[in-house]
C-alpha cells in the first residue's frame, strides 16, 4: 500500500460546479498536511495547509479526519483557473525525508 | 526576489555523461531539497541539506552527490548518466525544518533526457 494515495483522476467537471477529492495516507504518526498544486509542466505551490479543525481559504475547503486517516480539498464554485494537478502531502515527524507527496489528482474544469 | 532559480531548464544527455544541475535561493532559507518527479507519481526526495557543509540522503539518492558550500547554492551531480535519471528535478527550500504553514518553495524544474 502506497503511504499517500490520489485518484488520478481526472476529474472533469463544469465551470461553476462544486468538486472534492480525497486523499487517504497510511501512517497514523504522520503530523501535518497539505494540498500543494501543479500546473502542467511547472513547479509545485502550496495551496494550503489542513488543519485538525479543517480550514478554509475562499473557495477552498480543507479537512482532516484523522480516525480514517485521509484528507479532502473542496472546491466551490470551480473556475476555469482551477485546472491543475492537485497534491496531497504528509509531514511524518519520525522520519528525516519530511515530506511524503501524493502522486496527485488532475482537475479539469470545462467551460 | 527571484526566489529559487534552477538551471538549466532542459537537458540531454547521452548514457555514462555527466552533468550539475544548479540550485540558488535567495531568502536565506536554512534548509534545501532535491527532488525528482517521475510521470503518475509523487515526488521523490533525492538529498537533502539542513545548512551549510551539512547533506544527507533521501529516498531515491543512488547515481546523485551534492554539495552546500553556502547557504545560497544546492547543485546536484549526476555522474555517470543512465536511462532511468530521465525525470524532472526540482530544488525547493523551506525556512523551517519541516514545511511549516509556509510550505516548501520550489524552483522552476530542470527536464532531463538520457538517451
Known amino acids: 500500500r502506497k503511504e499517500v494515495e490520489q485518484d488520478p483522476g481526472p476529474f472533469n467537471v463544469p465551470e461553476g460546479a462544486t468538486v472534492a477529492f480525497n486523499c487517504t495516507y497510511s501512517n497514523s504518526a504522520s503530523q501535518s498536511f497539505f494540498w500543494y498544486r501543479q500546473d502542467c509542466r511547472k513547479e509545485p505551490k502550496l495551496l494550503m495547509s489542513v488543519y485538525s479543525s479543517g480550514n478554509e481559504d475562499g473557495r477552498f475547503t480543507a479537512q482532516l479526519n484523522r480516525a480514517s486517516q485521509y484528507i479532502s480539498l473542496l472546491i466551490r464554485d470551480s473556475k476555469l483557473s482551477d485546472s491543475a494537478t492537485y497534491l496531497c502531502v504528509v509531514n511524518i515527524m519520525d522520519s528525516n525525508y519530511q515530506l511524503i507527496w501524493g502522486a496527485g489528482t488532475k482537475l479539469i474544469i470545462k467551460p | 526576489n527571484a526566489g529559487v532559480t534552477q538551471t538549466p531548464k532542459f537537458r540531454i544527455l547521452k548514457i555514462g555523461q555527466s552533468m550539475t544541475l544548479q540550485c540558488t535561493q535567495d531568502m536565506n532559507h536554512n534548509y534545501m531539497y532535491w527532488y525528482r518527479q517521475d510521470p503518475g507519481m509523487g515526488l521523490k526526495l533525492i538529498y537533502y541539506?539542513?545548512?551549510?557543509?551539512?547533506?544527507d540522503k533521501g529516498e531515491v539518492p543512488n547515481g546523485y552527490n551534492v554539495s552546500r558550500s553556502t547557504t545560497e547554492d544546492f547543485p546536484l551531480r549526476l555522474e555517470l548518466a543512465a536511462p532511468s535519471q530521465t525525470s524532472v528535478y526540482f530544488c525547493?527550500?523551506?525556512?523551517?525544518?519541516?514545511?511549516?504553514?509556509?510550505?516548501?518553495?520550489f524552483g522552476s524544474g530542470t527536464r532531463l533526457t538520457v538517451v
Open positions: 541539506s539542513v545548512g551549510a557543509g551539512i547533506t
Open positions: 525547493a527550500s523551506s525556512y523551517s525544518n519541516g514545511p511549516g504553514s509556509e510550505g516548501y518553495t
